[in-house]
T-cell receptor
Framework: AQSVTQPDIHITVSEGASLELRCNYS??????LFWYVQSPGQGLQLLLK??????LVQGIKGFEAEFKRSQSSFNLRKPSVHWSDAAEYFC???????????????FGSGTQLTVLP | DTEVTQTPKHLVMGMTNKKSLKCEQH?????MYWYKQKAKKPPELMFV???????INESVPSRFSPECPNSSLLNLHLHALQPEDSALYLC????????????FGPGTRLTVT
């Protein structure tokens, strides 16, 4: 079965510092990959997605992610973090279900980002 | 219009109440989803509808009853809930079951007292 691992439960960075959030997946083929951000009490906002093609993907709010097939990773990066980036970040993979044609999203456990002034 | 809307935004209900959550999309999507998200946890799939028919039920207790009256609307009827059912309930839609991307609504924050 597919799985998504976000090894860092909580990350703290200073405002203006660079950020990298890790995501590793386990799946036989190349899945569709997503990063979502969720502020407290809010819904999920899609930051970026990877389906195929260029392995460096640009998203909203200055985020980017790089798909590395050899490492089964899809890490999220931002060169300079802003205080408003403090939130929960979820990596997700979209894969086909074993039964039938449905595609499902499997989420990682999330990384909580704290930004220090 | 690429928006999924959910009402109400917040809901507080007692364990003997009956209430409903509503989700709407006007993107022409034929698959719609309910997820449950507990605090500090990732969303968990509950139900999937495809062409207004229930396609997937992830062994959800019967006190949660989904309904898809038309292709744009998805309801979740709640009855005799427990305090542990308090969570954020997220709705999503996609073009069809095999689509690559799901579009999420803002969620309904449910508190069961």
């Amino acid at each position: 079965a597919q799985s998504v691992t976000q090894p860092d439960i909580h990350i703290t960075v200073s405002e203006g510092a660079s950020l990298e959030l890790r995501c590793n997946y386990s799946y036989g083929a190349t899945p569709y990959l997503f990063w979502y951000v969720q502020s407290p009490g809010q819904g999920l906002q899609l930051l970026l997605k990877y389906f195929s093609g260029d392995t460096l993907v640009q998203g909203i709010k200055g985020f980017e992610a790089e798909f590395k097939r050899s490492q089964s990773s899809f890490n999220l990066r931002k060169p300079s973090v802003h205080w408003s980036d403090a939130a929960e970040y979820f990596c997700a993979v979209g894969v086909g279900r074993a039964s039938g044609s449905a595609r499902q999203l499997t989420f990682g456990s999330g990384t909580q980002l704290t930004v220090l002034p | 219009d690429t928006e999924v809307t959910q009402t109400p935004k917040h809901l507080v209900m007692g364990m003997t109440n009956k209430k409903s959550l509503k989700c709407e999309q006007h993107m022409g999507h034929r698959a719609m989803y309910w997820y449950k998200q507990k605090a500090k946890k990732p969303p968990e799939l509950m139900f999937v509808y495809s062409y207004e028919k229930l396609s997937i039920n992830e062994s959800v207790p019967s006190r949660f009853s989904p309904e898809c009256p038309n292709s744009s609307l998805l309801n979740l009827h709640l009855h005799a809930l427990q305090p542990e059912d308090s969570a954020l309930y997220l709705c999503a839609s996609s073009q069809d079951l095999g689509a690559r991307e799901q579009y999420f609504g803002p969620g309904t924050r449910l508190t069961v007292t």
